[in-house]
């Protein structure tokens, strides 16, 4: 039987990358003690990896596919197949940055005031090229964790560290004076993988159901039943995705409508229908939009 080799992410974006996939309809059972989780597809087995890594295997062959950052695909200077971009983080579901930050009362404020410092990062290798390229000659060593109390125990002279929302480097003091990038969760391929037609096929159907899977985050259906008499002016309220589905009921003057909306229009719409003479308003959650 044909088999595509999935990687799943470590860490963060773990239980984050389980939960889509089981709204995208793949149940991934972890164990505790091993790196093999079961998943409930004949065709899929997965391994457990770290995102730093996850390029590295996947362009090796040790692994077909599997969810990584674009930060790390760049880090590790990766040749793979990028499938699919997966707007999602464990918090926020916004790309991350990677920033260049320094103490608050640094004299540094440019990134010519780094020539000669030393910045502590676990994203060695693309910060040493980008210095590179920027002829600024610094010390960049590799930070194990806990990087923003490298450079307040003044072990380093600036960090380049991932942040969403900068609560952490506000909370230590720091403050940002470069962005080096923004990178996202991408579902990736290796290229022999994706030159074979089958397991092509099996990857881009992954992709479309996880995709289909985050479009549905937000998103709600809408239903109700509408006299005849009112129907044109409650469907004029209707925000939807095409347009709003009106079908007769049986052997009446009514009608069932229903639509799929930002789930953050429901509360402000539910009750201008009420009062159009909408009723029996049902609002349902959707696990996929394709």
């Not at 910045?119 to 930070?143: H, P």
């Not at 560290?161 to 720091?174: D, K, M, Q, Y």
Request: contains cysteine; hydrophobic residues 40%; charged residues 25%.
């Amino acid at each position: 039987m044909n088999v595509v080799k999935l990687g799943i992410p470590k860490g963060s974006l773990e239980k984050a990358t389980i939960e889509l996939f089981a709204k995208s309809g793949w149940k991934i059972k972890l164990s505790s003690r091993n790196y093999f989780p079961e998943i409930d597809d004949p065709e899929l087995s997965c391994s457990i990896c770290r995102p730093q890594e996850m390029s590295r295997y996947i362009e090796n062959g040790i692994l077909d596919a599997g969810i990584t950052g674009k930060d790390w695909i760049q880090e590790n200077e990766s040749d793979v197949v990028v499938v699919e971009d997966l707007i999602y983080s464990k918090v926020s579901r916004k790309p991350t940055r990677w920033v260049i930050a320094v103490p608050g009362d640094s004299d540094i404020k440019t990134l010519e005031d780094l020539e000669g410092k030393k910045i502590s990062t676990e994203l060695v290798g693309y910060t040493k090229r980008f210095f590179a390229e920027k002829n600024i000659n610094v010390d960049i060593e590799f930070s194990w964790g806990a990087t923003e109390a490298k450079v307040v125990s003044k072990l380093a002279d600036a960090i380049v560290e991932v942040t969403e929302t900068e609560s952490t480097i506000r909370a230590h003091g720091l403050k940002i004076i470069y962005e080096l990038m923004t990178s996202n969760t991408r579902f990736i391929a290796n290229k022999q993988a994706w030159a074979d037609p089958w397991k092509r096929e099996k990857i881009e159907n992954i992709a479309m159901l996880l995709q289909g899977a985050l479009r549905a985050e937000n998103i709600v259906g809408l239903k109700m039943n509408v006299p005849k008499e009112k129907l044109n002016a409650v469907i004029g309220m209707l925000p939807s995705m095409n347009a709003p589905t009106v079908a007769p009921l049986y052997q009446t003057q009514w009608f069932s409508v229903e639509t799929v909306i930002s789930e953050h229009e429901v509360r402000d719409l539910v009750p201008g229908l009420l009062k159009a003479g909408a009723e029996g308003i049902v609002e349902y959650a959707l696990n996929k939009v394709l």
